[in-house]
């Protein structure tokens, strides 16, 4: 079983001043042009738990709110990056869902991307936020914002029930009969065991599982998913199949399609630099440059310009080795 050491990108900021910070952010907001790069500079370069404590002695030093401050003198994706930089993760998780949810249309990519990804303690509070935050409850929204088995099985990890640590190989050779089985029959309940053993077992446990499913079928298990499947459905339950095997890997391919087949989709790429720089960050720009061959650093200098470019660089970066 796979555990190898995961590393963001930003770390908390030595020798920090929340003060200074605070006065400095203030004196780049209120110039008569705003000082992007001093935003830049400061907000990039701390972490989120830094970043809040600067919001408080902002709030304490002019009265006013940092994130307000940051909306009102900034515009387009930069406003983005630099609000979205200002949320505590689970709100922000809970922002992204809710805007996916809630929007014009449901953009059942970042629904995809956050639910497939997190354990069940960010799930457990990035609930908590939703329901603080817009006084909904994040189940009910993704029952009535969506349909069929995907509904079901955004509704199952959206429950955070998933088991920990265990792993028993006796089971593991039933549960891949039983995605076999799902792959060939289709029903309406096989779909059903389907997620409900994706979405509930362990990760050690899925290891086995798909390892036997391998031996079963002669047919890796995303292949099979592909084959039988489509639309969101399938294309969720390969996410999470992704998730368990290298959450790393399943980021970097999510970036790289986000900048090279949708023409930069922004917000994907937004989402995925913010939620993983404490994270994995460093992990997924290693994937995505042995993977793709250039790196996710020449790739953002390639498609995004000005301050927006240079925010993302700045969060992408940490150690600057490889651009």
């Known amino acids: 079983f796979l555990l190898q050491q995961t590393q963001g990108t930003i770390f908390p900021a ?24 001093v935003l830049i500079d400061i907000l990039t370069q701390r972490c989120n738990s830094q970043r809040l404590m600067i919001a408080e002695a902002y709030r304490d030093m002019y009265g006013r709110d940092l994130i307000m401050d940051l909306k009102e003198n900034l515009s387009h994706h930069f406003k983005e990056v630099m609000v979205g930089l200002m949320y505590p993760p689970a709100s922000y998780d809970a922002h992204e869902l809710w805007h996916a949810l809630k929007g014009v249309d449901t953009e059942e990519n970042c629904l995809i991307d956050i639910l497939a990804s997190r354990s069940n303690m960010e799930i457990f509070q990035m ?34 029930t998933r088991m920990e640590g265990y792993a028993d190989p006796s089971t593991a050779a039933q549960d891949a009969m039983i995605l076999w089985e799902a792959c060939q029959q289709k029903t309406g309940e096989h779909k ?24 079963i079928s002669g047919q890796d298990i995303v292949d099979a998913i592909n084959e039988c499947y489509d639309g969101y459905f399938q294309e969720l339950l390969v996410a ?18 986000a900048i090279h087949d949708f023409g930069f989709h922004n917000k994907t790429v937004i989402r995925i630099l913010i939620a993983r720089s404490e994270i994995d960050l460093m992990n997924i720009r290693q994937r995505y440059k042995e993977r793709y061959g250039k790196s996710l650093f020449h790739d953002i200098k390639h498609f995004a310009s000005g301050h927006y470019e240079r925010a993302l660089l700045a969060i992408c970066s940490g150690d600057a080795e490889d651009y």
């Open 192 to 215: 059903n065991m389907l997620q409900m053993i994706l979405c509930n077992r362990s990760h050690q446990q899925l290891w086995m599982v798909f390892q036997e499913f391998q031996n």
């Open 240 to 257: 999470i199949v992704l998730c368990i095997r290298d959450k790393p890997s399943y980021f970097a391919s999510r970036l790289y399609n």
């Open 14 to 37: 030595p020798n920090f001043n929340p003060i200074m910070d605070a006065q400095l952010l203030g004196g780049a907001l209120q110039g008569i042009s705003c000082e992007k790069d």
């Open 127 to 160: 609930k908590e936020a939703y329901l603080m935050q817009y006084n909904n409850d994040l189940q009910q929204d993704i029952d009535s914002e969506t349909s069929g088995h995907f509904r079901d099985t955004l509704m199952n990890l959206a429950q955070g």
